[in-house]
């Protein structure tokens, strides 16, 4: 595979960009290669700029659910842009976006749009604190909410992939405001409450972690947090910015039946433009400013092009008979091709599933429940995989902790291709 103008675009990247990347997992620092500079895409194929085509499964880490370049989508920004970019004043497609957002979104009575999934979470866990007037916060090992300083303590995605869940950086008074526990562990949840009666705002929780590679939660646990946050009067955040809109209309909320107090969206939300919301109760949400004290503010908030982009998005999912139905048919084909796979070349992987997200992790343990258990993986053995992967045309994460995305655009050709390419990857790491 020739990639000379990739390497040499990732060159000159890195004289002007750190690491020549603008967000730490693109550079592909883990798997040993350099980084596919993307020229264009569309529906399920990404075009690199040598010319090399690829079938796309990590829609550009979740959002490109219903695919790259998405007809729809591309004329609602079109439309949008036509009439302005920015307008700095209310729109009524925010408010129509607001009133999709808290249909499909069980526990959502009032939401409120943002720019990023980070600026979701940093904006509910302030919100959190404001209502309960605590300061801390747990958050799960593994767990990942973006780089808010709060949640950069044993974080997971990028900073695990790269060594390094604890950043510097972030000042020891804002780091001892964030308690750890353990997913999938409720005793290391009840501990930290019964450590610190009255001073626990919120706990905040990927509902299936995603960021330490798939690990679904355990029968009980989500449940559990709710128990234990209602009990000692601290909020619960289901952090949706993967889940929302990905595992069912309402997210994982409605896939597992468990209420959070406030939920934060992201990716899927923006139809691909940069968006993330955060969103609850009507008596939390309207603490916020402007009509109560808890501020929180965005020069681009609820932009018009963003807005249309999500919109279309959010409304294709709401509208398309069994969009959900038929995901869950396609990773299940993809879940027992991987698996026939592995087992008929004898390979210990643990790949775990729930709906269109899953991760096959190269691991002699038995199963991955919890952030040590995923820690067991052989990252050497996923980057030869990957670098595999790569060369029979396939672009998947690059990175053992990440997920493998199915999409509505996905073609029973391009899961045969995928379950073929992960054939013959595994083939080359025996
Ligand atoms: C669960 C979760 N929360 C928050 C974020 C941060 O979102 P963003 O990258 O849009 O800031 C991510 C990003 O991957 C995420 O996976």
């Not at 050709?413 to 995928?418: A, I, P, Q, T, V």
């Amino acid at each position: 595979m020739n990639n000379n103008n990739s390497k040499n675009a990732f060159k000159q990247a890195q004289e002007v960009i750190p690491g020549g990347v603008n967000s730490p997992v693109r550079a592909f620092k883990s798997v040993g290669i350099d980084p596919i500079f993307v020229k264009k895409a569309k529906g399920t194929t990404i075009w690199d700029i040598d010319g090399n085509e690829y079938t796309d499964f990590v829609a550009s880490w979740g959002p490109l659910i219903l695919g790259h370049a998405h007809d729809d989508v591309l004329k609602a920004v079109a439309e949008a842009a036509a009439n302005g970019t920015s307008y700095g004043a209310p729109t009524q497609i925010e408010t129509e976006m607001a009133e999709q957002i808290v249909k499909m979104v069980p526990s959502v009575e009032k939401v409120r749009m943002v720019n990023s999934g980070t600026e979701a979470t940093m904006s509910a866990i302030r919100l959190a604190r404001g209502y309960t007037k605590r300061e801390l916060i747990i958050k799960f090992a593994g767990c990942y909410h973006g780089h808010g300083d709060s949640f950069l303590i044993k974080a997971g995605s990028g900073a695990i992939t790269l060594g390094l869940p604890d950043s510097p950086g972030v000042t020891k008074s804002t780091a001892k405001d964030t308690l750890t526990a353990d997913y999938n562990n409720l005793d290391s949840v009840c501990q930290l409450f019964d450590k610190h009666p009255e001073q626990i705002a919120a706990v905040i929780v990927e509902p299936v972690a995603g960021n330490m590679g798939v690990v679904p939660p355990a029968e009980g646990f989500l449940q559990g947090l709710k128990e234990l946050t209602e009990k000692h009067g601290a909020l619960l955040i289901f952090d949706e910015v993967i889940t929302g809109f990905r595992l069912a209309k309402g997210g994982a909320q409605e896939y597992f039946g468990v209420m959070p107090d406030l939920t934060t969206m992201g990716k899927i939300i923006g139809g691909g433009l940069p968006v993330g919301a955060y969103g609850g109760r009507k008596e939390i949400m309207d603490i916020l400013a402007p009509i109560g004290p808890v501020y929180q503010a965005g020069t681009l908030s609820g932009n018009p092009l963003a807005m249309a982009a999500g919109l279309t998005a959010l409304k294709k999912l709401d509208e398309t008979p069994n969009a959900y139905e038929d995901l869950e048919k396609k990773a299940a084909f993809v879940e027992a091709g991987f698996r026939l796979n592995a087992e008929e070349l004898g390979l210990n992987v643990v790949l775990n599933r729930v709906g269109s997200m899953m991760t096959a992790f190269f691991t002699e343990a038995k199963q991955v429940t919890s952030f040590d258990e995923a820690m067991t993986s052989d990252t050497g053995k996923y980057a030869e995989y990957f670098k595999n992967a790569v060369e029979n045309g396939l672009y998947i994460a690059p990175s053992q902790f990440e997920c493998l995305f199915i999409s509505m655009a996905h073609t029973e050709e391009d899961l045969e291709k995928l379950i073929k390419g992960n054939r013959k990857a595994l083939e080359a790491i025996k």
